[in-house]
């Protein structure tokens, strides 16, 4: 029983990120996600990554990463995304995120 309901929360959460990497537009992500900018928008379904951007539109961007990491300090949160694979014909590698903001990355 512990097993199926976890199987389902992994599923729903999954496809919360998944969904609008496979079924969306620019418009349907302006409208899933009033905040970002359209330019935001258009950068998140080309796939795209850059400075600044939220953990959000990482994952709605690219995909769930294969492995994070997570370190709390005093100077804040520090996340670490891991790409082991090839995503949308280009190997990411590591995103590095503080406080939920995107401030690096190795390729």
Not at 68 to 95: E, M
């Amino acid at each position: 029983m512990k097993t199926c309901l976890l199987i389902m929360i992994a599923a729903v959460v999954l496809g919360a990120v998944l969904r609008p990497i496979l079924t969306t537009t620019p418009e349907t992500l302006q409208a899933q996600y009033p905040s970002w900018t359209t330019a935001q928008c258009e950068r998140v379904y080309n796939h795209e990554i850059w400075l600044g951007m939220t953990k959000e539109m990482a994952l709605s961007s690219i995909g769930l990463p294969d492995h994070s990491n997570r370190s709390v300090s005093s100077a804040g949160t520090r996340t670490q995304y891991v790409y082991r694979s090839v995503k949308w014909g280009r190997y990411i590698g590591y995103l590095y995120f503080r406080n939920g903001r995107l401030t690096s990355w190795q390729d």
